[in-house]
Every structure is written in C-alpha cells, then in structure tokens.
C-alpha cells in the first residue's frame, strides 16, 4: 500500500490565554507528496507556524491544546505518537529550521560541538566520524573553511552563516521533509538570496520535501511548486504555484497580490489595499473569516464558512462567491 | 511635481563616526564609520528613498540630518539654515519643522499615555496653540490619518501595530513640519497593512505638500513611492538616481546585486531571470575595506579599486554612481 509523504486531515489547534481562549488553527488539511516543496503563505497570526509545529508536536501543551486532527507521516499518525516515537521522527525524518538562528543555538557552546553532540547520539557516530561528518555538513552549505569553524562560537557567526548551520543541523540526518519556518525574514536580502539558492541546491541534491512558511510572496514564487494560502485559521486558497499567481481566487489572496509594488512597473499606481484587520480568533469563525473585510462579500458569508471546493487545474478556494463572474456560487 | 532648483535639504560630505572605548578609562581604540562622507540634496515635494542592508547607516543617516547625533565632520543645511551650526535652542525651535517617523509602533509611543497625550504633546511642548484648542487639533490631526477620533481616550495597547503607526504619524504631523524623515516605518507591519500605510504617506503629501526621506530596505516598496533612490553600502552612497532610471540602469554592481536579489511575486520571473547572488557578507563598519568599499563583494573588482576610493560622479543628468567601473557605451 503506498502512502502520501504527509497528509494532514482537520487538524485543530487552540491556545488558552488569559484574555481567553485563542482558535488558532481551525482545521487544516493538506497534502504533501515526495519531493515538492510546499508554500505556506500568510500573515502573522493566521495559524501557519502553529499548524506545523502542532504537527511535531512541539507546542507547549498547556497552554496550547490540539483539539482535533490527524497527521499522517507515511502512514503513521504523528499525532497519536507518544513521546519517544515523536522524538525520532522530529530531527530524523523531518527536520525543522526556524526565524532566528540565534536563539535556536547554545551561545556558550562552539558550532563543532553542537553539530556533533547528536549525530553521536542519534546515529551513534564516534568523535571522528561525528567531526568529520560536521565538516561535510557546513561544506555543504556553503561555509568556507569548514574545519577551522567548528571551533567558532555562534556569535563569530554572521545571521546568514547561522542560518547555514540551521540548515547544516537540520540535514544530519537527512530528512525526508524539512520544514523551514520564515528562515530567511530576519536576513537581508542578498543573504536571503543566498540561503533561498542554497535550499533550491539541496532540495535537488538530496530529493527531500519541503514545507516553506512564509509571508512574503516573492520568496514563495521562487521556491515554492504548490502554495497554500492561510487565514484565521484556515487554508482558503491552495493551487500550484503559477496557477495561484496568474489566476488567484480567493478576495484575500487577490487582494495581497495587488497589494505589492509591482516591480516591472514605470507608472505609479495606487497601491490596493484590504481595509481592516485580521480577525483576533477569540471564537471559532462561524462564518467567513475574511467577510469583514471583503469587496465581494454577500449575506451568505456572514452566515456560513465556506469549505474548500475545487474549481479546477488542482485549484481549490474557500469562498461562496465566484469572483470571476462576481456571483455566488451555487 | 518636483522643481529641481528648490533644494529644502541639502547634505556635504556627513561623516558619522561612533567612537569605541575600552577599558577601565574609557580609551577610544577605533571608530565605527557608520556614515563616512555622503553629499545629497532633498528637493521640495519630492521622496527620497534611502535603501540598502541592516548596517550600511541608512538609519544613522536620517538620524545625523535632524542632529539627532551631532555630525563628526560634514554640513547638514535645512532651507537656509545649517543645522549643525545652530544653538541648541534654535535646533529646538527648528523641530517642529523636521521629523522623524519610526519603526517601530510598539516601541516608539508610551504605554501609559493615552493617545489625545500622545499627539498633543507636541503642541504642549512648543506651546504651538492656545490650551483650549489642543483637542479640536488632536481630533484633526486622528482625521488626518484616519483614525477615529473618538478613540483618543484610548491606549497604545488598544491599537493594532497599523493603527500605531497611524498615531506616531498624527504625532509627527502635529506642528505641520515640511520635512519628514521615515525610519522603516512599514517594516514591522503585515503585508496587507503595509499598503494601506504607504498609501496614507502618499495622501498626506499631497494633502500637505511633504517632503519625506523614505529610509527602508525593502526596494520594491522604496521604487513605489520615491520620486528618487539612493543606495547606501557600508556607510556611502554608491547610486542615486530617478526612482526608474535607477531600476532600470543601474550601474553600480552592488545595485545590480540588490534589485536581483528582491523577491518578485511572479513565478514565470523565475524562469528566465538568472539571479546575480553575492558572494560573502558585508564587512565590518569598524574595519572598512581600503579603496572601494565594495570591492571585497564585487564581481568584477580589479587592483586598482583596492587603492583608490571612486569618486560619487554624475554619470549621466540626475544619475550618481560611485564606482570606476561605470561604463556608458554598455547601457
């Protein structure tokens, strides 16, 4: 029996605040096959980290809750693992990079130890296999001198050379999916460019999949096949990536395509914009999230949420309206 | 809408130079060159936009115009002031005509002040109108940016980061300045909240015939709303010029590098624009390379631009570059 690498049915994550109970993922499903690499589009609080690291199950529980869902992993639900299976499925089988490599790494620790601390534990390496290991690793990801900087302490470190170790870390034991959580939004952009290439290099060197969070809408259409769009809590729109690009249909995804600068532009144009503010998910939409700020909205939106429907070219939305003809659906 | 003869801020040769001290007495061991000699000129009505990579001093030079950091060597004139040469209470009076809009909306406004406070402090400061119309303005000036002005009993906390930025722009605009200088002001912000902050800026100048120094690192935002674009690397300019000029032509290599690195929203880009990526990081501001500042990360540096600094030289009307390498016939 073959399996989808990843299949994610209806999961559901809430975190209990003092100010009360936040739904941040309102049941997510997606799909991930070998090898693709998926981009996860959204802005900040939409659920899109959440999702993942509910899926690794690294959200602090409590005060986080994975209310509902299911994980499949090649079969095998991530989420109904206990502790110990989870464990060597995360930094194994899926590895994950995240925003700031700093705070991902030990300051008082050097690089050299940090890499080969577990792949000793792990895959049950020596001092000189694990050492000689560390050196392949950064020589893989671009860090010249690689035995010199084993002895480095992370702050000799640039941000973009940090993130290469992420990254370096991260592929020790060559994941089947790496799950990259904005890794290059604290970087400037020509070392953006850098670690995007470098991300490109390695997916086609060592065939994995990738998962790719971001909000920014330029790095995705570079690196990412299919494209998965979040709000409050939902994925609303999902296409490959050119399909959602050139034929967006959902008013949110139009609306923050039309919301950049174009850049091959000579005239200026004024920018568009979506009026009001994402929604604080205090309770769990009943209707559509967007609706309070949508151009297309009909009373149906305020009433229902719409669920994902196809319509077409492997394209799905969540809206009642068709917005290529103005009209509700039926 | 620009006239290029009526210069409202014009910048020679600013040098910005932080000391480091060490030691028990305090002994200056070297300096930081965050700016180290850069010449300018703001024209009325215009946006100059201030791009380039965290730590190439675009900040510090916003900062160093409104005399925010007092200048180690250069001139900084405002109209037909010298703002550098001017006594502290003169620069204070001088303020309400000059501001600054910052990064960060969470940071830059006071959690215990309400926001009738916030914007009216200001006025209160330069006891600008009599006390009786303070709220009418305040209320005009929350008008002016969009925000309801019933809202001004109201907290910072209360406010999403837009709406913050929103009122450190009402705060700004309080004295009616002429020149504004923009700090990053929509880089802490949501994608969808960007435009509609870009889009007050806009409005605003129209409506109030502002001149802003647009200081950010995101270029495609910067092209969208400057009239002209300077780039700054590791402390100088190394390109000025129009907004489409410059996007079009650039000629120095660290421009090329940077306009191929920004991430374009269009997957077929992809498919038939090969990337220019740099090699390596940016040297240290403290330790800058001898000759061309570039030269360590250029493509197609030579013995000579290890020696000599270029000199920043009009290439062509209205289009600076500094670099050796300029090739005219090429373009």
Known sequence: MTYDLLDVQNLETRFKTPEGVVHAVNGVSFKLNEGETL??????GCGKSVTMLSLLKLIPQPPGEIVAGKGFFKGDDLLAMDHNEIRKVRGGQIAMIFQDPMTSLNPVMTIGKQMEEPLKLHLGFNSTQARDRSIELLEQVGIPRAADRLKDYPHQYSGGMRQRVMIAMALACAPQILIADEPTTALDVTIQAQIVDLVIRLREELGMAIVWITHDLGVVASIAQRVAVMYGGYIIEEAPVKELFNNPRHPYTIGLIGSLPQIELEGRKRLYSIEGMPPMLYQKPRSCPFSPRCQWVRERCRQENPVLESVGNNHTVACWVDVTTGSEKA | MTDNNDVIVSVKNLKMHFPILRGVIQRQVGSVRAVDGISFDIHRGETLGLVGESGCGKSTTGRTILQLYKPTEGRVFFQDKELNTLKAEEMRQM???????FQDPYASLNPRMTIRDIVAEPLVAFGAIPGKEIDERVRELMSLVRLDPDFMARYPHEFSGGQRQRIGIARALANR?????????ISALDVSIQAQVINLFEDLQKELDLTYLFIAHDLSMV???????????????VELADRNEIYRNPFHPYTQALLSAIPVADPAYYETHNRMVLEGDVPSPANPPSGCRFRTRCPIADEHCAVERPEFREVKPGHFVECFKVNLSEK
């Open chain 2, 177 to 185: 300045p002429s020149f504004i200088v923009c700090d990053e002001p």
């Open chain 2, 223 to 237: 092209r969208h709303i400057s009239d002209r674009v300077a780039v700054m690397y590791l402390g100088i300019i």
């Open chain 2, 95 to 101: 303020r309400k005509e000059v501001q600054m809009i």
């Open chain 1, 39 to 44: 981009g996860v589009v959204g802005e900040s």
